[in-house]
């Protein structure tokens, strides 16, 4: 089967660095997703990965290894409003998302 | 103004009634998408059409029916004989393309009493 596996929940303090994790088994690969998600709202998009590597922007930054099935995205000099949900999602064989369940990060001061 | 439509935002139903949430997009994308959002889950793929008059079920279609007359619409109606409706609907929209980079609406929750 598919599966993606997430952090459920993550905390870390105002201007400092937090690491979120994902670690994927699919059917095929297409491109990692990652998307943030403030409470009752939509998903929005944050980087895409498909090569090994590291891609910055701006705060945020992700990597992907494909070879150990992993991501991970970078938060730098964290801000009250980067507390949201951050969704990982792994495009299949089919073209197809597949979702991770989630990690909450909460910011403290 | 440009963007993905859904509403209400809010939505309340007895149980045993049909009901219908709307979904309208003006990006002129291809590809268009329901998931369903249950607290500490993933999103779960209910339906996805990739071209008008044409559509197909994705993981969890069972009790849920939809529609694609038009390419800016993709209605989802969820029908009594879905056992939990209760839920946070989201409508996604995309290029039928590989790459394939979902925009989202600002969804419904459901709530059937």
């Known amino acids: 089967g598919q599966n993606i596996d997430q952090p459920t929940e993550m905390t870390a303090t105002e201007g400092a660095i937090v690491q979120i994790n994902c670690t994927y088994q699919?059917?095929?690969?297409?491109?990692l997703f990652w998307y943030q998600q403030h409470a009752g709202e939509a998903p929005t998009f944050l980087s895409y990965n498909v090569l090994d590597g590291l891609e910055e922007k701006g705060r945020f930054s992700s990597f992907l290894s494909r070879s150990k099935g992993y991501s991970y995205l970078l938060l730098k000099e964290l801000q009250m409003k980067d507390s949201a949900s951050y969704l990982c999602?792994?495009?299949?064989?089919?073209?197809?998302?597949?979702w991770g369940a989630g990690t909450k990060l909460i910011i403290k001061p | 103004d440009g963007g993905i439509t859904q509403s209400p935002k809010y939505l309340f139903r007895k149980e045993g009634q049909n009901v219908t949430l709307s979904c309208e997009q003006n990006?002129?994308?291809?590809?268009m998408y329901w998931y369903r959002q249950d607290p500490g889950q993933g999103l779960r793929l209910i339906y996805y059409?990739?071209?008008?008059?044409?559509?197909q079920k994705g993981d969890i279609a069972e009790g849920y029916s939809v529609s694609r007359e038009k390419k800016e619409s993709f209605p989802l109606t969820v029908t009594s004989a879905q056992k939990n409706p209760t839920a946070f609907y989201l409508c996604a929209v995309g290029a039928a393309s590989d790459y394939n980079e979902q925009f989202f609406g600002p969804g419904t929750r459901l709530t059937v009493l």
């Open positions: 699919t059917s095929g690969f297409n491109g």
């Open positions: 990006l002129n994308h291809d590809a």
């Open positions: 999602a792994v495009m299949d064989s089919n073209y197809q998302l597949i």
């Open positions: 059409s990739q071209i008008v008059n044409d559509f």
